[in-house]
């Protein structure tokens, strides 16, 4: 990761970062905007990704969290960072319509934590936590063993104080995020960086009964831990394996970037691209386009065209009802190149000259009226004349059509006056 540079590295931790708010939250049963957890973390990181959208002040605390936790792993963990990551994920003090005691280890007015699931009045309990008038004692020795200087693995610590931490179950509610946020600056800790390009949260969802029901085992055990020591690294090694996927996807956009890198366009195109190269879900229209970079839809036609003409974008097969776009694959990529000056100017077509495609020879030909109300310099210069004094430009236009696919039914280039505005 560090040989990637500051840009990339970004751009690798924003997908796993945001999979990592997002998937911790899930587990609990909460569902967040991918957008605007997106938006959140990128804001922090100082990228522009265009399309930031507004985000709720719940977001705002797990992102919060989950960045002090990984970005300042340094730092000692102590109550009140603990209070401050617990009361931003409740901001309003509810969670749900119940109201909790946030910034403060939980009393015991409602009777004893316990870890439920099942209807109300046939509740199952799975976990009962130590008594209020234990936490204290507890947590300080869970934060004393966990800032101090003689630990085991610094891998296996993280394993051990995600479990420690969630059998304590400090607050009333959010331990098991706020858990989850100690095992990765554990993580962050044991890598001695704050650069993240694999989720755990997102392996475990995907696992997300094997853990619950680890948990239960383990907690009702006896002092043997094994079993769950062994399931967390087991879990994070997976968890590394679908970490090759988003370093492939930064890299493949980093590689892209390079072979574009002559290409002219504007913060919209730019901005669209990027959306693509991230992974857009559902096809790219020109409808999405104009209210994504909200732009007219005439500005988001011509983008579209200037886009396909450079051999960025290319159309989607099947058309229907609504044309959609795609990134165009190398094999799509038309270009042609003009490597001779031949050319043949007549009163009757205008100039003829040809350009080739690998090779596939192309006949070019710019009309007599474009040359003559395009070209002429005033009508100080004759069609051929013309012809030699622009050739770049209309070399170019002729490549640019050849890319849009816009043929002539004998599969030539024609170059009108219309075509030229």
Known sequence: MDGLGFKLRSEAILPSLTEEVIKSSEIEGEVLDREQVRSSIAQRFGMDIGGLKPVDRSVEGVVDMMLDATQNYHAPLNDERLFDWQAGLFPTGRSGIAKIEVGRWRGDKTGPMQVTSGPIGHERVHFEAPAAHRLKSEMDRFLEWFNGKDQLDPVIDAAIAHLWFVTIHPFEDGNGRIARAIADMALARSEQTPWRFYSMSTQIRAERKDYYDILEATQKGDL????????????????????????????????????????????????????????????????????LARCSQDTASRD???????????????????????????????SLDFPTSDHRTDTTHGTIFWGEDGEKRVRCVVSREALEDHFSDGDRLRPDAAFRAHRAEIEAFASLKYARGQLEPDGSILIRTRDLG
């Open 224 to 291: 043997d831990i094994g079993a769950w020591l062994e399931w967390f690294l087991a879990c994070l090694d997976r968890a590394f394996d679908r970490a090759d996927d988003v370093l492939a996807a930064v890299l493949s956009k980093a590689r892209f970037w390079e072979a574009n890198a002559g290409a002219r366009l504007n913060g919209r195109q730019r901005l669209i691209v990027n959306r693509l190269l991230d992974g857009f879900e559902g096809k790219l229209t020109s409808s999405k386009y104009a209210i």
């Open 304 to 334: 579209i065209d200037d886009l396909i003409g450079q051999g960025i974008l290319a159309k989607d097969l099947g058309g229907g009802r609504s044309t959609s776009y795609s990134l165009a694959r190398p094999d799509q990529r038309r």
